[in-house]
């Protein structure tokens, strides 16, 4: 069997939507609906002319008559253009119906679409108008975004002078409104632009007036987008989840909620107890920190034996940072050792 070298025909991408057509009297069909007609329009109606005027000098002449033949081939070519023309104007058509008409520029070209007068609503939309529009545009939407960008470091410089603002209002040790005015001025600061500076700041400031159940609605606040900047910059956000975890954990014991007040300090630990592996001048005394809390809780809900591990471990930390820098870390040895002294007498542990 002889191989057959034809090409093989490969369907090209699908352009116009099942269901709408062409139909036999030229209205191009959109869902259903008449958009326009394309025997209205004189550069098909010329098409549909010369390809008459080849049919009927085909016809008149043998097949074989050079003349013929070249009929035949611009005929191919004409056919070729009509069913892409067709395809073209479906198209078109499926645009006009479906974008939202709101220029009168466009309106008017879609009106001369439907009327057949393709090449008017082609020329309406000339390119000098449609570039000096479109430089236009681009150069407001460049100057709006530069605004946004303005209004954003303004923002974030407002939000932070009443940061800064609130903090100084807590020195002001003969105002006897400080506490007040500070916690206005915190509101103020968030309300302009809630960053994790000012809701950990508000957060802390609320858990020093025992407002604990208001201080853990911030701290988790603050927690989440400290966990979401640790997820692309870890090495700079992981510390302040570590203590903000930590802090947490301090307002749900104080609010008796155990069970997270561990879950949040074991976060805290385990995060602590990695970042000192690589640094443990910065983070050990954190890592202290955590297991004093950790004992302290352990110790009032009786498990002594945990509360007496965790004390040991920051005692050992803190009196091996004490030899180093005493006047920094022997306050931080007789804390732990005085909750270590009243939790061994509370078991008659006179000797320890």
């Not at 879609?110 to 545009?137: I, M, P, W």
């Amino acid at each position: 069997m002889a191989d057959d070298n034809r090409p093989i025909h490969i369907e090209g991408s699908q352009g116009v939507l099942a269901g709408n057509t062409i139909d036999a009297g030229g209205d191009v069909i959109v869902n259903g609906q008449k958009v326009t007609n394309i025997f209205q329009n004189t550069a098909y109606q010329d098409l549909v002319k010369r390809k008459k005027e080849l049919e009927e000098l085909i016809r008149n002449l043998p097949a074989e008559n050079a003349v013929c033949r070249k009929a035949g081939v611009e005929l191919e070519e004409l056919l070729n253009k009509e069913a892409q023309f067709k395809k073209d104007v479906i198209q078109l058509a499926e645009s006009f119906s479906r974008i939202n008409i709101d220029s009168e520029r466009l309106a008017r070209a879609k009106a001369l679409f439907s009327e057949g007068a393709f090449e008017e609503a082609d020329r309406l939309l000339n390119k000098t108008d449609l570039k000096r529009d479109q430089e236009a545009v681009l150069l407001r939407e460049q100057q709006l975004d530069s605004a946004l960008e303005e209004v954003k470091r303004k923002k974030e410089q407002i939000a932070d002078e009443y940061l800064i603002k609130a903090q100084l209002t807590l020195t002001q040790l003969e105002n006897p409104n400080r506490f007040e005015e500070a916690d206005q001025y915190f509101q103020e600061s968030i309300h302009t632009l809630a960053a994790f500076d000012n809701i950990f700041g508000y957060a802390y400031f609320l858990g020093e007036q025992n407002q604990n159940h208001k201080a853990v609605t911030y701290y988790e606040q603050a927690l989440e987008i400290y966990q979401r900047l640790a997820l692309d910059n870890p090495q700079r956000y992981e510390p302040d989840v570590a203590t903000t975890q930590n802090n947490l954990g301090a307002m749900y014991y104080n609010l008796n909620a155990y069970d997270r007040a561990e879950a949040a300090y074991l976060e805290a630990l385990e995060i602590r107890k990695r970042l000192a592996l690589d640094n443990p001048q910065r983070y050990e005394p954190d890592v202290a920190t955590t297991q004093n809390n950790l004992g302290a809780m352990y110790y009032n809900l009786n498990a002594y034996g945990r509360a007496e591990a965790a004390y040991l471990e920051a005692l050992e930390i803190r009196k091996r940072l004490a030899l180093d820098n005493p006047q920094r870390y022997e306050p931080d040895v007789a804390t732990t050792q005085n909750n270590l002294g009243i939790m061994y007498r509370n078991l008659n542990a006179y000797s320890r």
